[in-house]
């Protein structure tokens, strides 16, 4: 009787150097739960590891939803999960936790993380949608309301690092920017056919860019050229050329293009707006709401409809004033450091 052929063993590929910097090559961090110690050594030299994210403002967060067991929460913007992870814990396995994320590709990842950790589908429901529809969920869960929402606004370090999804110029990539890239317009296809008056003011509304004028022109100039996120980048570079800026003042300006091109490609304004509301309606008596910002389009914003709801008699309490990340956590992540929490109680 023949044998049966044996698969040939295959040994991990090899990396040039010790410390790879291709992100689909970064192994170790791609696969954090296998090394541990060596992703601890990231988190303590104060970097994210590549493909997950650090949670912002936790104790802070847990401090305002003051989660119980047997309450009922949405995470409207799970990501990877690392605020989820403490409610769920808070709530001791009793009640249940809405998950929703706009991203195909992380929520997949997302949802068996938690999974693994223990939270079965009756204590935690993983849902791909925009928080823009939170009315939706609720009415197709059968729910009149909930006892906490939180959303934590802007872009995932999953997204920000991995140069397919176009979000950063750290990395040659498409320029796409998109959520979720399977719907709607990539921010190639958007300055394929923008015009250069409206390219100008959403720079200029999204970013806060005193450059917004001359980097709408000379993007406009390269109409069909610009499909990368090195491409637009160096376009940005071009525009202010003549300034002669420090490099730390242009690679701002960079960012800030890339900010306010990422808002408009997902629409997060006018998400951020049905969101906030439907917040009242979709919170029950006492519930409570979270909400962080990352820049002055969105603080304003929260900020402004808190403190109308208070004025209506809608919110019973609202933050008087933003909550920072601590020195220890903006030292140990600088991503935390532009982040803002504002909170809300349902009257």
Not at 297 to 304: K, L, Q
Not at 319 to 327: I, L, M, N, Y
């Amino acid at each position: 009787m023949a044998s049966e052929p044996t698969q040939p063993h295959r040994r991990r590929p090899r990396y040039r150097g010790t410390h790879p910097r291709a992100f689909a090559e970064k192994y170790k961090e791609l696969n954090s739960e296998l090394y541990p110690a060596d992703v601890e050594k990231v988190i303590a030299r104060g970097d994210t590891p590549a493909g997950s994210h650090r949670s912002i403002c936790v104790a802070e967060v847990l401090a305002v939803l003051a989660p119980k067991a047997g309450e009922t929460a949405v995470d409207a913007t799970l990501g990877h999960g690392g605020h989820a992870q403490e409610i769920l814990r808070a709530m001791e396995g009793r009640g249940r936790l809405y998950g929703l994320d706009r991203d195909p590709l992380e929520i997949v990842r997302t949802e068996a993380r938690l999974r693994s950790l223990g939270f079965p589908e009756e204590a935690f429901a993983a849902r791909q949608m925009n928080f823009a529809d939170l009315g939706e969920l609720l009415a197709g869960e059968g729910l009149e309301g909930v006892d906490m929402v939180l959303a934590d606004l802007g872009v995932s370090s999953m997204q920000i690092d991995n140069p397919e999804r176009g979000f950063s110029f750290k990395s040659e990539g498409p320029l796409d920017m998109r959520m979720d890239p399977r719907t709607g317009q990539s921010a190639a296809e958007l300055l394929l056919m923008i015009s250069e008056a409206r390219l100008r003011a959403i720079i200029e509304e999204y970013s806060d860019e005193n450059e917004a004028p001359v980097i709408a022109r000379v993007l406009t100039q390269r109409r069909g050229t610009i499909t990368t996120t090195r491409a637009l980048a160096q376009a940005v570079r071009d525009a202010l050329e003549s300034r002669q800026n420090p490099e730390e003042v242009t690679r701002k300006t960079i960012r800030r293009t890339f900010q306010a091109l990422r808002i408009e490609v997902n629409h997060e304004f006018e998400a951020l707006e049905k969101l906030l509301a439907a917040l009242p309606a979709s919170l029950n008596p006492g519930g409570r709401a979270a909400i962080l910002c990352f820049h002055s389009g969105e603080e304003g914003r929260v900020e402004a409809s808190f403190r109308e709801g208070h004025r209506a008699g809608l919110y019973s309490s609202v933050a008087e004033s933003a909550v920072r990340p601590g020195p220890e956590e903006r030292y140990q992540n600088p991503r935390s450091s532009s982040a803002r929490l504002w909170w809300a109680v349902r009257a």
